[in-house]
């Protein structure tokens, strides 16, 4: 490993801080990465399987903690970044307890956060106890719970929504969050492995399956497991006097209204910036996309450079992505630091 006194500070320990930290951490640079939670991993702690091929998010998890062990020695947890102060030759970075540390460059991967499903009113999340997001479906099979209703019943038949509080200019966000529908995919297949006697209906606008064996994913849920998807768009969803959901909506294939009953209802909620990436991105000058996701310098040539040098960006702070896209995002953006900063020492 060379010796390298060039400092690089890191935002955000989930998939994309980790995966970055440890390439850089390899290449013999000093490394440090602030995480606001107690434990680093973002949301692979709380996923259960992974798409496209079902392996358990918790592997994910180890193979990234083993990397770090290796190769970064300075990892601080509950530690949250509020600011950046940029500068020519440092910037800093500010913590929510007051303290701050300079960098030579600042690689921000604050990930995302879930939509609000009860921004959608007319879907009942957190007003009727059966309507339950694709967030607390994942978080029930991670941790063995049973898939029951909220009165311990079998559900006979459940509704996936998919588009919830994405490509809704309603809620603000006209974007795709680009997972959902794969989401949604898995997510009926797994209802099927535990419930299979149960009828399970995906309504959606466009199915986006754009990746490696997505497609194939989509063909199987129908096919093998028996899981009908129905092209429509949920207007309503209400409670039924025993508990049941009534779910109203229009099949935009055969133009006719639809009325269903549901037992437990999931909402597919999108993917939005996380809290603090708004100010953080304000503070040091960055710019923002439509959908207040960080923006890169330029889509195609600098993915991870933003418009002020020496603040870098990676992971689903700036779009939303699978794991698999997430790490090679994190990758990429630790090879454009190394050559910023091999320039900067030659020209210092
Ligand atoms: C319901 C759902 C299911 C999914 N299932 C799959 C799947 O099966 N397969 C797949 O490939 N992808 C899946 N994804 C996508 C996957 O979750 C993302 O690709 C991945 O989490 C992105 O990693 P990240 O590091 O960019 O963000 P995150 O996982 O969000 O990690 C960001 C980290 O930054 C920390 N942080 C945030 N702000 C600050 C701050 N100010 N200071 C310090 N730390 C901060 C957070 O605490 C967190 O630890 C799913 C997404 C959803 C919504
Ligand atoms: S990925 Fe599918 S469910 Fe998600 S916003 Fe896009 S079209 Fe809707």
Same mark, same amino acid.
């Given at each position: 490993m060379s010796e390298n006194k060039q400092h690089i500070i890191i935002i955000g320990g989930g998939p994309a801080g980790l995966e970055a930290a440890s390439k850089l951490g390899s290449a013999g640079y000093r490394?440090?990465? &602030?995480?606001?939670? #107690?434990?680093?991993?973002?949301? !692979?702690r709380t996923w259960y399987k992974l798409y496209p091929? &079902?392996?358990?998010? #918790?592997?994910?998890?180890?193979? !990234?903690?083993?990397?770090?062990?290796?190769?970064?020695?300075?990892i601080f947890s509950n530690a949250e970044v509020v600011n950046i102060i940029p500068d020519n030759k440092y910037h800093t970075v500010v913590l929510a307890d007051g303290r701050s540390f300079i960098a030579d460059a600042v690689l921000i991967a604050t990930g995302f956060e879930l939509f609000k499903g009860e921004k959608k009113e007319e879907y009942g999340y957190r007003i009727y106890d059966n309507v339950i997001t694709s967030a607390d479906l994942e978080k029930k099979l991670r941790l063995g719970q049973p898939l029951t209703t909220a009165n311990g019943q079998t559900p006979a038949r459940i509704g996936l929504i998919h588009c919830v509080g994405s490509r809704d200019k309603k809620v603000g966000n006209v974007y795709c969050s680009r997972l959902c529908c794969i989401t949604g995919v898995k997510q009926a297949i797994e209802i099927k492995h535990h419930l299979?006697?149960?009828?399970?209906?995906?309504?959606y606008m466009d199915m986006r399956m754009f990746g490696q064996n997505f497609e194939e994913l989509y063909i199987e849920a129908q096919q093998?497991?028996?899981?009908?998807?129905?092209?429509?768009?949920v207007s309503e969803v209400a409670e039924n006097i025993d508990g049941s959901l009534q779910l109203k909506a229009e099949d935009t294939l055969s133009g006719r209204p639809i009325k269903m009953n549901f037992d437990l209802v999931v909402l597919l909620v999108g993917m939005v910036p996380a809290d603090r990436t708004e100010?953080?991105?304000?503070?040091?000058?960055?710019?923002?996309?439509?959908g207040s996701f960080l923006a890169s310098a330029d889509a195609q040539i600098k993915p991870n450079e933003t418009n002020t040098p020496g603040i870098f960006v990676t992971g689903t702070c700036k779009e939303p992505l699978s794991v698999g896209e997430t790490l090679s995002d994190a990758r990429s953006a630790a090879v454009r630091i190394i050559s910023w900063l091999r320039e900067k020492r030659e020209i210092n």
């Open positions: 490394v440090t990465l &602030f995480e606001k939670e #107690e434990q680093t991993g973002g949301k !692979l091929g &079902f392996r358990l998010a #918790e592997e994910v998890q180890d193979f !990234l903690a083993n990397e770090i062990k290796i190769n970064v020695p300075e299979p006697k149960a009828e399970v209906f995906n309504f093998k497991w028996g899981i009908t998807f129905i092209r429509g768009r100010a953080i991105g304000k503070s040091a000058n960055l710019g923002f996309t439509s």
